[in-house]
């Protein structure tokens, strides 16, 4: 139980375009997601958490207007990476925690979208 | 601000025992998760401790001491499998719930 499915594994895209992450929690419902960042050896970086319903809170130095958040439903969150730039290039990572299991259950992470800007 | 210390790299031996440990400074502490992760994939969870002491599972223990702000992960009977990235990650709450992730320990086993 607990999957996450993340789309798509990996995307190669040129400077200036954007691409769109869709993270799906595909056996429970999660009103709340997080998106983190990670680069090649440093650790997880929390960007934002993404609010079935409303708003996304984004954490302090990340652009709202670049990374586009939106949580439409209780199983989907999707990332918007707007006029991607080779220094965007990471590897980014949904986590979500089903709804009901109380907030000091583990995260259940995506498998990641590896994303290259050219 | 928030603060996860850990060491960047740690070598063991397979059928040892080693500790990695997690130092954290943050502001609304509501519990420490430890995961691995493998080059390339995704975090998995292996502990979980919000109260002092010592939790075991299997051959992975966490232990906690609030007061202190540590933490540490101990891995037996080494496997050469055994051998990837270990993120110390505290969940706080401000105003809403978080979790934020230390550097993470790269676990080399050899043979």
């Known amino acids: 139980g607990a999957v996450v499915s993340q789309h798509p594994s990996w995307v190669i895209c040129k400077s200036g375009t954007s691409v769109k992450i869709e993270c799906r929690s595909l056996?429970?419902?999660?009103?709340?997601m997080f998106w983190y960042r990670q680069f090649p050896k440093q650790s997880l970086m929390l960007m934002a958490t993404?609010?079935?319903?409303?708003?996304?809170?984004?954490e302090q130095g990340v652009e709202k207007d670049k990374f586009l958040i939106n949580h439409a439903s209780l199983t989907l969150s999707t990332l918007t990476v707007t006029s991607a730039h080779p220094e965007d290039s990471s590897f980014y990572i949904c986590?979500?925690?089903?709804?009901?299991?109380?907030?000091?259950?583990?995260?259940?992470f995506g498998n990641g979208t590896r994303l290259t800007v050219t | 601000g928030q603060n996860i210390d850990q060491p960047t790299e740690m070598t063991a031996t397979e059928g040892a025992i080693v500790q990695i440990n997690c130092t954290y400074q943050?502001?609304?502490?509501?519990?420490l998760f430890w995961y691995q992760q493998h080059a390339g994939e995704a975090p998995t969870f292996l502990s979980y401790?919000?109260?002092?002491g010592l939790e075991e599972k299997g051959r992975f223990s966490s232990f906690l001491s609030r007061s202190k702000g540590y933490s540490y992960l101990l891995l037996k009977e080494l496997q050469m499998k055994d051998s990837a990235s270990y993120l110390c990650?505290?969940?706080?709450?401000?105003?809403?719930?978080?979790?934020?992730f230390g550097a993470g320990t790269r676990l080399f086993v050899k043979a």
């Open positions: 986590s979500a925690g089903p709804i009901g299991q109380g907030e000091n259950s583990p995260l259940h």
């Open positions: 056996d429970f419902q999660a009103t709340t």
């Open positions: 993404s609010n079935e319903g409303s708003k996304a809170t984004y």
């Open positions: 943050t502001s609304g502490f509501n519990g």
């Open positions: 401790n919000v109260l002092d």
């Open positions: 990650a505290v969940q706080i709450y401000t105003g809403g719930f978080k979790t934020i």
